[in-house]
């Protein structure tokens, strides 16, 4: 996941050193750090993952993820906000990067031509 950090940086030198001068230092990351790079990652491909979804529960997957992912506030320590300072990033980039970054399909979600499932074969 996180290369997809990194494709969402861009060509940003700036950013990509620091991104590296904050998870290259060393091998061995604080568990701290490491669980919040977790959250940070599963908002991010929830995100991107569901931002086509039909489904109710695709839907409210991705609503979820957009609400911390886009909204303000750091009044506890795993608001979007505080998570990305601990990290040593800019929240404002990383939501200007994922709202201009091109939004794949939900996996299962098809564009185009309807696919039976194995229900509507039945």
Known sequence: ????????????????????????????????????LAVLEDAIHCYRKYALARSRAGKEQFREAEEWLMGGGDGWIFAFANVC??????PDYVRRALRESKV??????????HRITHREAA
């Open 1 to 36: 996941m996180q290369e997809k950090i990194i494709a969402m940086i861009g060509n940003d030198v700036g950013a990509q050193q620091r991104y590296f001068d904050t998870f290259r230092r060393s091998e061995y990351l604080e568990p701290e750090k490491e669980l919040l």
């Open 85 to 90: 300072e601990l990290l040593g990033l800019n």
């Open 104 to 113: 794949t399909p939900a996996h299962g979600e098809h564009k185009g031509r």
